[in-house]
């Protein structure tokens, strides 16, 4: 593999970039982290597409109770694609209880409407099922078997501080140039990480991921999402409004984000 290029670090200087150096991967911790692991769980038969928000979460309003995680997953849900909750709280629990409370965008399975919201929604869902944090889960289920545990990781406390050279996403008026703080305000609600952004990588690690989707969910002689789940997950399931979301994946179309063709 031979890689090379420039990005600003975070002193908003031009420097070299290469295989190792780390990125902040925002939202496609949403495909990479939640989207993964949740067809991990489907493969596992811990969860199903057809399971409710009403089901995990206690205090959620009625009329949210019966939105399905498969509308969470095609961002089909109705939720507003984002809203300020670092402005209302600091806790993450309260944070999860503002999104359920939040005005929707549009009735469920009305239309895709991406949002940031339903992901981290999303994130609670495997934290509940996996009894683990994102960060470990992620870490335990998907990074430690591709053997890249240290190539894409949540940037949670224990790795601030982390003295990897980070091309920032954006621009920084404080100095300096080591992983230190997600451009996610939001996301730093969640110091164990959560379902819409915050995972960090290089392309190492990038690679490995793609490699494992390409793969059929199979890794050498690990199946860590088991094929037919990982192959049904590029099924469209949002056709009805003209848009072409799959389970996590935008698939390219007239009417995608990620393009025609």
């Known amino acids: 593999l031979w890689s090379a290029g420039k990005a600003k670090n975070v002193r908003n200087n031009m420097v070299n970039t290469d295989a190792d150096s780390v990125f902040d991967l925002a939202s496609l911790t949403k495909i990479f982290s939640t989207t993964l692991l949740f067809l991990q769980l489907l493969s596992q038969k811990k969860i199903t597409l057809n399971s409710t928000l009403g089901y995990f979460f206690n205090n959620c309003p009625e009329e949210k109770r019966g939105i399905t995680l498969n509308q969470l997953l095609t961002h089909s849900a109705g939720f507003k694609s984002w809203i300020p909750l670092y402005e209302n709280t600091c806790d993450n629990e ?3 209880q503002l999104i359920l409370d939040s005005p929707m965008e549009n009735n469920p399975g009305e239309k895709v409407n991406y949002s940031d919201l339903g992901y981290i929604l999303l994130g609670r869902v495997i934290e509940l099922l996996s009894d683990k944090s994102m960060q470990f889960a992620f870490r335990d289920n998907i990074a430690i078997p591709l053997g890249i545990e240290d190539d894409v990781f949540y940037l949670t406390p224990g790795k601030i501080g982390d003295t990897r050279l980070i091309s920032a996403t954006n621009n920084w008026k404080t100095s300096f140039n080591y992983l230190q703080f997600i451009n996610d305000q939001n996301a730093r609600l969640f110091p164990d990480g959560c379902g819409h952004a915050g995972l960090f990588g290089n392309l190492n690690g990038l690679l490995a991921l793609v490699r ?9 002689d690990q199946i860590i999402i088991h094929p037919e789940i990982m192959k049904r997950s590029f099924q469209i399931y949002t056709a009805k409004d003209g848009s072409s979301r799959a389970l996590g994946w935008d698939i390219p179309g007239k009417r995608s984000q990620a393009g025609s063709g």
Do not use: E
Request: glycine content about 8%; charged content about 10%.
């Open 94 to 96: 309260n944070a999860i």
């Open 212 to 220: 494992l989707i390409l793969n059929d969910g199979l890794w050498y």
